[in-house]
């Protein structure tokens, strides 16, 4: 059974740095991809960053040069660091499991992030 466990969210002033982690077990290690959306209230939940087995990273425009995405060489952990952090970065971070060949896809329980101005 898929289980995401991430960590490392907090309140943070803006400028600010963060770094979430999230461990996952009972994934295939191939063919799927892992990473980060977040709902701020009244919001959708959006992309955040993407990266796949093969190591290709995606990220949202609005996190474009602030925040980096990677994973352990085990590729059961995948992190993102947020750097100058923002006000409207402020939002429930989850993390983000699709495994390719089941076409199943799996959340973890959220960490919120919180930037004050």
């Known amino acids: 059974q898929v289980q995401l466990v991430e960590s490392g969210g907090g309140l943070v002033q803006a400028g600010g740095f963060l770094r979430l982690s999230c461990v996952a077990s009972g994934i295939r290690p191939t063919l799927n991809h892992m990473g980060w959306y977040r709902q701020a209230p009244g919001k959708e939940r959006e992309l955040v960053a993407v990266i796949d087995s093969g190591g290709h990273l995606s990220y949202a425009t609005s996190v474009k040069g602030r925040f980096t995405i990677s994973r352990d060489t085990a590729k059961t952990t995948v992190y993102l660091q947020m750097n100058s952090l923002k006000p409207e970065d402020t939002a429930v971070y989850y993390c983000?499991?699709?495994?390719?060949?089941?076409?199943?896809?799996?959340w973890g329980q959220g960490t919120q992030v919180t930037v004050s101005s």
């Open positions: 983000y499991y699709h495994d390719f060949l089941a076409t199943e896809s799996y």
